[in-house]
């Protein structure tokens, strides 16, 4: 972007992976996206770019193959990338959060075993908490797994897995009762399981079942789907972090850092949005005039950009606190919550901006106008946030009175 979004502070490196990653999604991706959407088509070949270009490894240590880079290089990379297309940022969302959780969390074992062959893109990620039952409420998950021997037989339903098809390894939380008598707190019983599958449809594995691709709105060619669990057994050292009873704080750290994420998605398609309305609102004319002399169509090109501009300040204020080895649940919070909210806002006004054109499938905004209400929901809704937010600014503001 020409003025805005513009990042304080980077450094050569930095500069340099963000430049190529937008000259890739101005060459790769904003041409084909339109139309590979419209027929929900997975981007293979924008896929192998990205593994070419290393961005499966951009976070997993130089020591496992990786990059090393911060949060805030990843970040700003989804942006790019979610200007382009947003289920691509989806693509690679999952196997971040997966690689980011082993990092922090798996055992040494674990990270010599599957962080090379993620950062290669080989082994590829993702993630899965929700149930048909539940997706805020993370304590309610009934999913379960009982020990038998040096096994884990798990058994339930899980619902809405990004990536749950083209991935090789997801990691799994479930209710784990070993360990952990009748009345122990929900969120100190529940386990993450690093299951390893087949890609594809059907049991993809024994015990395994992953039906379908889930038909959306929008946010298509990235596959979203259930997965069946029926007498699967893993081996005790599948076991993230070779503990049971710790998969509800190992998820939220993971779910934390994809919460900035998805703040950066939100900035990415934001700032789509404001491209092309800006460049519309000069070709079309109305009354003797080009519409951006109109006012009106002037003061909305002002507020999006504004929200552009805002909403990247704090996702960059976000991904910088976590960097610096800070709690960021705030700051996330907020930055998801303002991002995708903003997101929203711009592509409606940006689609208002197109008239009836905007309705048309021809127009690129038709597709974003799609895709902007997901960013509202995953990684936590806006009440979710609110939540989040309320209750860390009451202790951060506690009555000394
Ligand atoms: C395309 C897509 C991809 C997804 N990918 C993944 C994935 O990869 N892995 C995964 O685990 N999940 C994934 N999800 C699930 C997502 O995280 C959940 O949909 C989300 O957390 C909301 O949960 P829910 O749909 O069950 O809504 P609910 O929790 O049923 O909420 C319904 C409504 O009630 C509101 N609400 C709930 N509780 C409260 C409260 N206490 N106070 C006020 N309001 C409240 C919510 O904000 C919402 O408006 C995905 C979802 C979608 C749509």
Redesign the pocket.
Known sequence: MARLAQTAGLTDIQQEILSTVRDFVDKEIIPVATELEHRDEYPQQIVDGLKELGLFGLMIPEEYGGLGESLLTYALCVEEIARGWMSVSGIIN?HFIVAYMLKQHGTQEQREYFLPRMAAGEVRG?????EPA????VSAITSKAVKDGDEYVLNGQK?????GGTSTLVAVLVKSDEGHPEGTAPHKSMTTFLVEKEPGFGEVRPGLTIPGKID?MG?KGVD?TELIMDGLRIPANRVLGGATGRGFYQMMDGVEVGRVNVAARGCGVAQRAFELGVSYAQQRHTFGKPIAQHQAIQFKLAEMATKVEAAHAMMVNAARKKDSGERNDLEAGMAKYLASEYCKEVVEDAFRIHGGYGFSKEYEIERLYREAP?LL????????QK?IIGRRLLEEYRFQG
Not at 159 to 163: E, H, Q, V
């Open positions: 999952t993702a993630f899965s908490m929700s539940l997706g805020s409420d619902m809405w897995l990004t990536n959306k946010y979203t997901m929901i995953g990684e936590g809704t806006a009440e979710i939540m």
